[in-house]
């Protein structure tokens, strides 16, 4: 069974840093793309940030400069660099992987990690 676990959220004052990270375990073939989305209370989830299995990446335009996201594919985790964090940053953060099972390799099938809840103080 393929699960994605994160870690790294908090609670930070406005200005600071945090580090998400997720790694990918159980039984899976490849993974392609990952990413991080994120859900603020009462609004839908968004794409934060997604990069390819090549290291090809893509962002939001909210978070261009101040978030960095990146792999390493021997660790299967993926990880988010967030500086200069704002209040409109305060979200829960999702990881999501693009993954091709054992007993389907030649497609891939979207998987999620629990969430890990990141607040931004003013």
């Known amino acids: 069974q393929v699960q994605l676990v994160e870690s790294g959220g908090g609670l930070v004052q406005a200005g600071g840093s945090l580090r998400l990270s997720c790694v990918a375990s159980?039984?899976?073939?490849?993974?392609?793309?990952m990413g991080w989305y994120r859900q603020a209370p009462g609004k839908q989830r968004e794409l934060v940030a997604v990069?390819?299995?090549?290291?090809?990446?893509n962002y939001a335009e909210s978070v261009k400069g101040r978030f960095t996201i990146s792999r390493d594919n021997a660790k299967n985790t993926v990880y988010l660099q967030m500086n200069s964090l704002k209040p409109e940053d305060t979200a829960v953060y999702y990881c999501?992987?693009?993954?091709?099972?054992?007993?389907?390799?030649?497609?891939?099938?979207?998987?999620w990690g629990q969430g890990t809840q990141v607040t931004v103080s003013s």
């Open positions: 999501n992987g693009k993954i091709a099972t054992m007993t389907n390799r030649w497609a891939t099938s979207n998987y």
């Open positions: 159980g039984k899976f073939f490849s993974i392609n793309d």
């Open positions: 990069i390819t299995n090549i290291g090809s990446t």
